[in-house]
């Protein structure tokens, strides 16, 4: 009998055109967060077509499914994939361009979702041969505050019993297909959003003195700000503030009553996030208020910092050499982007790792996540389908 590891590698190629046909499926149909309704029934229909129980409207649009193997209750691993999508406006050509006018796969989850249909689909295949049992979670709503996860943890996703680890994968046009890389430990960054408005007295920009300026205020406000990255966060700890929305809504010669300022905070400390969040809203008030003018500074608290858990994400790295050979993995370095797969590593072990999906010849398939033209070489569906069915059987 061929080993786990040849059956599983044999299976991706198996199931490879069924699952390309619903990743392009998924594609063509994406629904922005909090809207996945017939995203959550494509997939609870894949899995009902394998024989799977699925549980629906976890969170939102989540679901979960179990493959049990033999001895079930000995280990519970969970594997998980996100199903929203990104307002944006496919520029892509191909024949599964986006049906949905300025609604986008353009972060890869539609290859998250397929990939682990295609891994449901090989371990339910091997379902007499592994201990245990899989959870699959597909989660709705990865892009947008407070995040799938955290709705799906709060409505008891895990209520009967608590994953000894659970997997995740992200694409990752950095890498060619058939490539993942790893990082143990603090990885992406916690993510903070900022509202602020700064609000003053309005009037004729020829007449400055007789108004109180919330735009001056605010570009005074912006700039100092920084301080928070530059001068009190500790150069060892990386820390991003960043705004990238700001609305006067006045005129060449109209001073508005008030401006209004989006941004964000990122760091890799939950201390450090704390503290900054205190020292931002001091600052403002105390600049604004000695300019003269009033300010409201909210912010909406985000994903926590994402640590992948050391010992379980060096032996993942090991599983992944022995599945796909040294030369195809790869050591991560940290990043500012953020994931609300953290709020799951924050409750039991887990490992968040990228998968290439980048072509060797076709450059059309390697512009970033959030790109109109992103788009990925579907070889690598090979590599998510079968990866994450070895990770889940191989944990130990």
């Excluded at 090989?122 to 959870?135: D, P, Y």
């Amino acid at each position: 009998m061929n080993s786990i590891k040849e059956q599983i590698h044999s299976l991706a190629e198996k199931h490879f055109r069924d699952v390309l046909a619903m990743r392009r499926h998924i594609h063509m149909h994406p629904e922005l967060s909090y809207q996945e309704v017939e995203t959550s029934s494509f997939v609870a229909a894949q899995l009902q077509r394998m024989g799977l129980e699925v549980k629906s409207d976890i969170g939102g649009y989540g679901l979960t499914a179990f493959i049990k193997g033999n001895n079930p209750d000995s280990r519970l691993i969970a594997l998980r994939a996100d199903m929203d999508a990104l307002p944006i406006h496919e520029q892509n050509t191909v024949e599964y361009k986006s049906k949905h006018e300025g609604v986008m796969h353009a972060c890869g989850h539609d290859v998250h979702t397929s990939s682990l249909l295609g891994a449901a689909l090989i371990l339910h295949e091997l379902r007499n041969q592994f201990e245990g049992t899989i959870q699959l979670v597909f989660q709705p709503a990865e892009e947008v505050l407070p995040g799938g996860a955290s709705l799906m943890l709060k409505d008891g996703v895990f209520a009967n019993k608590k994953p000894h680890a659970i997997f995740g994968q992200h694409v990752y046009p950095e890498l060619p297909a058939g490539k993942i890389g790893l990082k143990p430990g603090v990885y992406m960054a916690s993510t903070d959003e900022l509202y602020v408005t700064v609000k003053g007295r309005g009037g004729h920009g020829a007449k400055p003195d007789r108004n109180i300026d919330p735009v001056l205020i605010s570009s005074h406000l912006i700039v100092a700000l920084q301080q928070v990255v530059s001068r009190w966060s500790s150069p060892t700890m990386p820390s991003v503030l960043s705004f990238g929305k700001v609305i006067a809504n006045g005129a060449t010669n109209i001073i508005p009553s008030e401006v209004k300022l989006e941004g964000t905070f990122r760091t890799f400390d939950e201390r450090w996030r704390k503290e900054a969040h205190q020292r931002m809203i001091a600052l403002a008030e105390g600049l604004v208020k000695g300019m003269g003018g009033e300010v409201d500074f909210r912010i909406e608290v985000g994903y926590p910092v994402l640590k992948n858990d050391e010992a379980l994400t060096i032996r993942a790295k090991e599983r992944a050499i022995e599945y796909l050979g040294h030369d195809n993995v790869v050591d991560l370095d940290v990043r500012m982007t953020a994931e609300d797969f953290a709020y799951f590593g924050h409750e039991m072990p887990g490992c968040f790792y990228r998968l290439g999906t980048a072509s060797p010849t076709d450059d059309s398939k390697s512009f970033s996540v959030h790109h109109p033209r992103f788009d990925i070489d579907e070889e690598a569906l090979k590599t998510g389908m079968g990866l994450m069915a070895w990770m889940a059987l191989t944990k130990d």
